[in-house]
């Protein structure tokens, strides 16, 4: 299989390569097809491990700041394949580097390794099923990244021994991205000072990358804490100052003010304190808010905004107010001559060839979950530029934005999901530890490790990067983040949540030693295609 695979791909490649007249050079620079359907195979050797990384750290299920199993295992994998690992970077406990290599251009790999709270889902399952009712769980499907990143890597490492090529691999993880809140502090100390390029993943249905500005938001994350006085809510309500009444007038307030910011903007929040009993006037209220735009100015105009509503309702209810930044992300902006380069490899590598019961299991959870029925893509999507995409008021936000605007990156989205399937909900766990996800790992692993032989084997793919991120992303906007010396990263976010619920999750964490994959662990059928009973 390995060696029928081998001569396909590098086939494959070679007609690619064939498409440009003679004496015309190709869009981009790249490496040799052999190298790169080397390093192909050495992924398809990987397959069983790429499945247990998978289904490790879907069962272990933690959210922002507390991936504390998760960052434990992928740096003892990282350690034992002979990377130099340096954990508890930035200040945050679960983020690590782990370094290889010697010379050559340095290019870092990450992904993201947190889930979600309160999507616990039971994998293989097509329809909502908690595995621990109110826990976290990987409904964003983060637990397939950095196992595409480990499994790249450790290929590329191999194929670079092998032939003597120099270079350096650097991988990271995106520790809590969920809470948007730790990538603007890799930046701020000094992680991709000295990088060339990046590579970062993240799960999709679709295979595909993109460049130029990429259509999403930045955002900053804002507690605002108001502070009043004690009082008897019956017998003397006349002596407190209620810091909850200052919470919801500032809730009131921004809603009001929402309908004349532009359509561009998102903004949205919880209350994450609001008072002891009802009779005690709350001397404490906290409320906590995402603010997004589109530009490095309209972000801090926003946040500016939030600002002064929160001193108008402190004013309003006689109270005082505090407020702590929890997170920011930057706008992303993707690097075209590294999107050009890995797209040429996602076509190479092409989408993973689905069966039958992988066809039938993603109909059944699309059946059941009420979403729009559409079968596992067999074709890659198109290359996202900013004359195909579509116009966008705004949207979503994701951090690798701050490392972006750091050094010439791209993200590949690659195919491990349902299609239609809800964001940060039970429904995209759903196939995140079954064979949907591994195969789409697998695929993904190999596009970023060819991408990494065409950075480390061709200067000039390098050169092209860094002009372009030069002279065209640094031209459009400044790199501002709305984050102050005192800011520090909020690493106590959650922690109540797993001190909660880790104790019941323990008893679903998968055991490799014992089980071929999670699925026979849990005794599920793949595929499952019977709906819930009634």
């Given at each position: 299989?390995?060696?029928?695979?081998?001569?396909?791909l590098a086939a494959a490649l070679a007609s690619a390569a064939l498409v440009c007249p003679p004496g015309i050079a190709p869009a981009h620079a790249e490496a040799p097809p052999a190298l790169k359907a080397e390093v192909a195979a050495e992924v398809e050797a990987q397959r069983k491990q790429i499945q247990v990384m998978v289904d490790q750290i879907f069962s272990y299920a933690e959210p922002g700041f507390q991936e504390v199993r998760t960052s434990e295992y992928l740096t003892g994998i990282l350690a034992k394949n002979g990377f130099t690992v340096t954990k508890g970077v930035a200040g945050i406990p679960t983020a690590f580097t782990a370094t290889w290599g010697k010379g050559g251009p340095k290019i870092a790999l990450g992904s993201d390794i947190d889930d979600v709270l309160g999507v616990s889902q039971m994998p293989g399952v097509p329809y909502l099923k908690p595995m621990v009712e109110g826990a976290p769980g990987h409904g964003e499907g983060h637990n397939s990244g950095m196992p595409l990143m480990v499994a790249a890597a450790i290929a590329t490492k191999k194929v670079m021994q092998k032939h003597g090529l120099e270079g350096r691999l650097m991988l990271w993880p995106g520790v809590a991205e969920e809470l948007l809140a730790t990538k603007a502090y890799y930046v701020r100390a000094g992680l991709f000072k000295d990088v060339d390029a990046s590579i970062?993943?993240?799960?999709?249905?679709?295979?595909?990358?993109?460049?130029?500005?990429?259509?999403?938001?930045g955002m900053v994350s804002v507690e605002y804490t108001f502070h009043g006085k004690t009082a008897h809510s019956a017998g003397m309500p006349w002596e407190g100052r209620s810091a909850l009444d200052a919470v919801e007038i500032m809730d009131v307030a921004w809603n009001f003010r929402r309908e004349h910011l532009p359509l561009t903007q998102r903004s949205h929040m919880i209350i994450t304190n609001g008072g002891g009993q009802p009779n005690v006037v709350p001397d404490k209220a906290s409320i906590?808010?995402?603010?997004?735009?589109?530009?490095?100015?309209?972000?801090?105009?926003?946040?500016?905004?939030?600002?002064?509503?929160?001193?108008?309702?402190?004013?309003?209810t006689g109270t005082t107010m505090t407020q702590q930044t929890l997170g920011y992300a930057a706008p992303n902006f993707g690097n075209k001559p590294l999107a050009e380069a890995a797209y040429a490899n996602i076509k190479a590598v092409g989408m993973p060839k689905w069966s039958a019961e992988d066809q039938a299991f993603a109909?059944?959870?699309?059946?059941?979950n009420e979403r729009k029925i559409e079968p596992l893509k067999d074709t890659v999507t198109e290359l996202s530029t900013p004359e195909s995409r579509k116009p966008s008021t705004g949207g979503g936000s994701d951090d690798?934005?701050?490392?972006?605007?750091?050094?010439?990156?791209?993200?590949?989205?690659?195919?491990?999901?349902?299609?239609?399937?809800?964001g940060h909900n039970s429904t995209s766990a759903i196939a995140m530890a079954t064979p949907i996800a591994h195969k789409g790992v697998e695929a993904g692993a190999k596009a970023v490790a060819m991408t990494v032989l065409?950075?480390?084997?061709t200067p000039k793919l390098i050169a092209e990067a860094k002009a372009?991120?030069?002279d065209v992303q640094l031209k459009t906007d400044t790199y501002a983040p709305v984050l102050t010396d005192k800011d520090v990263p909020a690493i106590w976010l959650n922690e109540r949540n797993m001190q909660l619920?880790?104790?019941?999750?323990?008893?679903?964490?998968?055991?490799p030693a014992k089980y071929p994959t999670y699925l026979d662990q849990l005794g599920i059928k793949y595929p499952m295609l019977e709906g819930p009973s009634k």
């Open positions: 299989m390995k060696s029928l695979t081998r001569v396909t970062f993943t993240h799960v999709s249905s679709d295979f595909s990358t993109g460049y130029g500005e990429m259509g999403n938001n906590w808010y995402y603010f997004r735009e589109r530009t490095f100015s309209d972000i801090r105009k926003l946040y500016e905004t939030g600002n002064d509503i929160a001193k108008a309702a402190a004013l309003a109909k059944a959870a699309q059946t059941y690798i934005g701050d490392i972006m605007w750091a050094v010439p990156t791209i993200t590949i989205r690659f195919p491990s999901n349902i299609p239609n399937m809800i065409d950075l480390i084997t372009y991120f030069t619920y880790r104790p019941q999750m323990e008893k679903y964490y998968y055991n």
